[in-house]
């Protein structure tokens, strides 16, 4: 067992409080908030040319850039996933799109200068480590030759990896390849769970590869964990917590299972009499958070916590925390570019976002035309909104006078009515308000996004559609 890290810096360790009532009452649906406005605003009428717009302002400022790469495919289908995700095994069908990401990386690289660097890469899905060892050094190489990816120590290069489909070897394959982050899915490590949502890892396995990622000089290695996955119990859970802060990651993230089997058909598997009782979860998640924040972890937001020498820690004490679509993140200034099915990129002020279906993806790339399916154009009102989401969700407060100062406004008569909305959150102690600012109490912390949706503008609509996952 770990023992608490004495480097912990007070405030962190302390700055959490679990209410269940409040829980209960504010945990309910809302958006992540890895973007603002969230992409359920994005417009189908949005078109290439504006796109096309955003990029060219975008070389203007000569801002770095960062890419995410969308590998949809897996080789089987864990019962709890709620992603966009193509399980095969189909060889053919994976050619065929990785043929066409390479083209849809010619005529992205196209529309930026040769000169932007690319600080920050990340590959997503599905499954990335689904290609194998020779398709991520060809995928590797295309986007070399297209994008100037940098090789400085500011890269910050990262793979979500299933340690199903990895062995020691590729791991090293990876970092010869540049990654130097590495996010594993765990879920849970009990046998049963496992076995109930379709998804068998051992923890030697998981440890072989943490082991090998350290001596391959990884610099960050962050845990998926779930909680309210079948069978899961406090002890149980307890169990895979021992293994897992044995491990030792860098970063822990640990999702709330939403069990919504109309909308994912992968959850009728799942049998509902085997799940773990609200109240059940809600302990689990108490349990979860001291025993996580006991072994040294600091707690950074939402579902979120790093060892105190990690990158996210250091940020969030500069106030320079960001919160983008990979979640918690330290690169601020870059703009985003998403390659394959479903990604998402952000130019400046526009979003773009491609197509969720393969096949029309496909079509569009080989008629020559970017996959781009919605995109928003984010205005004045919208660039506020973002950052006063951002200071609460990144720093867990917001100072008028600075706010005002920086973007020009009056900050309590801009937002009148949001302050006003506050007052229910106010008497519930999830935040104080002053006429200096907001401040996020510790009761508050583990609620960020319902204080964050009352400065949310389009939210009516969106709310009780069950298109969110629950807060807690
Ligand atoms: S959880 Fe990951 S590996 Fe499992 S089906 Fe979903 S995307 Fe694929």
Redesign the pocket.
Known sequence: MNRPDPRVPEPFAQNICFDPELIKRYGGRGPRYTSYPTALQFDEAFTAEQYEQAASLSNESGCPLSLYVHIPF?E???Y??A?N?I?TRNAERVDKYVGCLYREIEQQAALFDDDRVVEQLHFG???PTYLSNEQLCDLMTHLAGAFHLDTSDRHEFSIEV?PRTVDVNAIRVLAGLGFNRLSL?IQDFAADVQKAVN?VQSAEEVRALVEQARSSSFRSISFDLIYGLPHQTVDSFDRTLDQVIDMRPDRLAVYNYAHLPTRFK?QRMITEADLPLPETKLQILQHTINKVCDAGYVYIGMDHFALPGDELVRAQRNNTLQRNFQGYSTHSDCDLIGLGVSAIGKIGNTFAQNTTKTAEYEALIEAGTLPLKRGFAVDADDQLRAKVIQELMCHDQLAFAEFGKQNNIDFAAYFAPELTRLGPLVDDGLVTLGSEGIHITPRGRLLLRSIAMTFDRYLADDLNDGRFSKAI
């Open positions: 897996c089987s289908l864990c709890y996933c992603c995700k399980v899905g599905g499954t299933d899915g998804r992968g």
